[in-house]
């Protein structure tokens, strides 16, 4: 019992861990995102570059910009769902936690 309760604990904070590399990463690829959108804010030109796949394809600011924010909005959903799943791994971990003192004692 007390050994499947330490297995658990471990994987959860396996889990954990995981969870804050992916919230992290995601976290860079948004400050990258917003600092594109601030750079095309202040140019003037009307066209830019955008890398799609292995090509550079020159297209509307606006509507690199559109896909930008569109980038932006995903990835800040997908930031939410791993901070809830952060939190929900966490509470899991402190009850295992809890249960594991409860046991050496």
Same mark, same amino acid.
């Given at each position: 019992m007390e050994e499947d309760l330490v297995s658990e604990f471990q994987n959860y904070q396996q889990d954990l861990q995981n969870v804050v590399i992916q919230k992290e990463s995601l976290k860079l690829h948004s400050m990258e995102v917003s600092k594109a959108?601030?750079?095309?804010?202040?140019?003037t030109q009307k066209t830019?570059?955008?890398i799609t796949g292995n090509i550079m394809i020159n297209k509307p600011i606006e509507e690199i910009k559109k896909d930008l924010e569109e980038a932006k909005e995903s990835?800040?959903?997908?930031?939410?769902?791993?901070?809830?799943?952060?939190?929900? *791994?966490?509470? &899991? $971990? +402190? /009850? *295992?936690?809890? &249960? $594991? +003192? /409860?046991g050496m004692k």
């Amino acid at each position: 019992m007390e050994e499947d309760l330490v297995s658990e604990f471990q994987n959860y904070q396996q889990d954990l861990q995981n969870v804050v590399i992916q919230k992290e990463s995601l976290k860079l690829h948004s400050m990258e995102v917003s600092k594109a959108m601030e750079e095309l804010q202040k140019t003037t030109q009307k066209t830019a570059y955008k890398i799609t796949g292995n090509i550079m394809i020159n297209k509307p600011i606006e509507e690199i910009k559109k896909d930008l924010e569109e980038a932006k909005e995903s990835i800040d959903l997908k930031i939410k769902s791993l901070e809830k799943n952060e939190e929900r *791994i966490s509470n &899991k $971990l +402190k /009850e *295992i936690q809890s &249960k $594991l +003192k /409860e046991g050496m004692k």
